[in-house]
Structure formats: structure tokens, C-alpha cells
């Protein structure tokens, strides 16, 4: 678990009596979303780079939405994605940015879209090194091919769906995240991987390396932040109100700017977002193998 930095203690006994008049004001302006009984929320966002990136990355913008909201936030991760997500199904954490939940069997677990981030849709692929002899996904066959790990439905699901379909046996290497798996086709242990195209173009971006698109999907919508049913509705519409927020206050979009810069992505934002925006999720469990989904 990667905790949130908390503010510095104050210490001269001078200014106690400024220190209690800010306290109040405090209080009360957060009493309306402030958890009862002094609890704090539990955040698990998918692992979609190595654990320090994903705590960089997240961190920030869990200690600006704590702020904002009065709902003290933390980061729940866990050292791979399987394992991040093991903490939603277990109902350890109470938000959750994922796309791990829109499976049928998941989906009554009653977890509610509040937001997704900005910026393009993400499309499955299959890559390659650029400098790589394979060009087709039939020479595939009967090699190492690396994904992030099994919950990762994009990169992971849609891409093996895919090589099942065409009838390509491959050895199926897990590298805990996307990083992970970029890793293995690195080292020469993997032929290719299975990717998401918004962390195909990180990883070029961050290491300089090329790669060979050999397949892409159709469009899928990017993570989703959703709350469980077990949060109280001002609660949850609090948290998400302050990642709305954020692109419309100046310390906010410093934070959601510095977190796009971690891995060379394009600026984003939070908009509201709805179960309706991840039609395609459900359109791709509806025909998937029993073993994907």
C-alpha cells in the first residue's frame, strides 16, 4: 500500500489559537462530505505501468482529491494488476480506475462509473520490435508472447481473444504490468506482446524503442473511475466532483500535467462518464471465449 504524503505538524504554541480557528473553518466546510466515523476511502487503480510509476502517478492526485473533497483518499495498490484488482473483488478498497468490472459476473457486484479521463480511445494490439522479422500474426505461432497479466481486458483478453479466433497457439508470459511485459519482448523472451495502444505509444515515448503494430482492435473507452455500492451517494458524488474539478482549478491541472509528463502521455482531464460509455466492454464479453472472460 502506497499511503499519501500528510502535511507537515505544526509545533509553536504562539499561534494555537489560529491554528484552532482554521480547524474549525476546516470542518466546516468539509462537513458535508466528510466520512463519518473518521474513515478512510481505499483507491485501486489498474497497474498499468511498474508499481513506482503507478504510485507517482496516482499519488498526487489522490492527495488533491482528499483536499478538495474532505474525503480522505488513499492508494490500495497492489505489486501487479492481478493483484490490484484482487482487492476490488475482495471489496477491500472503495474506488476503484478500472476496466476489470464491466464482465457480466462482475458487473453485479454493483460498482457505479462516476468519470473517465480524456483523450482517445484505446484500441487492443499486438506488437512487436520494429526491427523484428515477424510481420504477420501467424508466425506467432508456438512462441512467447507476452501480456500485462490475466485481469488486463484490453491489452490482455481482447488480444488473445483475437490469436484464439485465427486458431495461433502461443505460450502465454504474464509480466505483472504493461511494463512488465515491454520488458519480456525487450530481453528477446517474448516474440511480441499484448498492449493497449495508450501505453504502446508511453512506452515509445519514455524509452525511445519502436515497435510494429501487427493488430488493432476497434475502439474501447479508456479506465473508468467507479465506487462501490457500499459508499454513500454524497460521498462518492464529493470524490467525484473533485476529479471533475480539477482541470478547472490551476493547482489542479499542475497536478494532472505533471502526471501525463510521468508518462509521456497527452494532457488530460476527468468528465463525468456513465455505464453507457463502456457499451463496448459488454459487446466484447457478450462474444468472448469462456475462458477471457
Not at 504477420?136 to 479466433?165: C, I, M, N, W
Request: aromatic letters at 8%; hydrophobic letters at 45%; charged letters at 15%.
Amino acid at each position: 500500500m502506497y499511503p499519501i504524503r500528510t502535511a507537515g505538524q505544526f509545533a509553536a504554541r504562539s499561534l494555537a489559537a489560529r491554528l484552532f480557528a482554521c480547524l474549525l473553518a476546516t470542518v466546516s466546510a468539509h462537513a458535508a462530505s466528510a466520512p463519518e466515523n473518521g474513515a478512510v476511502y481505499q483507491f485501486s487503480p489498474v497497474n498499468q505501468h511498474n508499481v513506482q510509476i503507478t504510485a507517482g502517478y496516482c499519488n498526487p492526485i489522490m492527495e488533491y482529491v482528499s483536499q478538495a473533497s474532505g474525503v480522505p483518499v488513499r492508494l490500495k495498490l497492489g505489486r501487479t494488476s492481478a493483484d490490484t484488482t484482487s482487492f476490488v473483488l475482495a471489496q477491500e478498497v472503495d474506488f476503484a480506475f478500472t476496466n476489470h468490472l464491466f464482465a457480466p459476473e462482475r458487473a453485479r457486484m454493483g460498482w457505479r462509473v462516476l468519470a473517465r479521463r480524456t483523450g482517445t480511445a484505446v484500441r487492443s494490439q499486438i506488437v512487436t520490435l520494429a526491427e523484428s522479422p515477424v510481420r504477420d500474426l501467424k508466425e506467432l505461432a508456438g512462441a512467447d508472447v507476452a501480456f500485462p497479466g490475466p485481469e488486463a481486458t484490453v491489452a490482455y483478453q481482447v488480444s488473445h481473444a483475437e490469436l484464439q479466433r485465427r486458431d495461433i497457439p502461443i505460450n502465454v508470459v504474464f509480466g505483472g504490468n504493461m511494463d512488465g511485459a515491454f520488458a519480456q519482448l525487450v530481453s528477446g523472451k517474448a516474440r511480441a506482446v499484448g498492449a493497449n495502444s495508450q501505453l504502446t505509444a508511453s512506452f515509445i515515448a519514455r524509452t525511445g524503442k519502436p515497435l510494429r503494430v501487427l493488430w488493432q482492435s476497434p475502439l474501447f473507452n479508456d479506465l473508468a473511475l467507479m465506487v462501490s455500492p457500499r459508499v454513500p451517494a454524497a460521498t462518492a458524488d464529493a470524490v467525484a466532483r473533485a476529479f471533475i474539478g480539477m482541470v478547472d482549478d490551476p493547482h489542479g491541472r499542475r497536478v494532472l500535467a505533471d502526471a501525463a509528463a510521468l508518462v509521456k502521455t497527452a494532457p488530460f482531464a476527468f468528465v463525468p462518464a456513465s455505464e453507457a460509455d463502456y457499451a463496448s466492454y459488454r459487446e466484447f464479453y457478450g462474444q468472448a471465449p469462456a475462458g477471457l472472460r
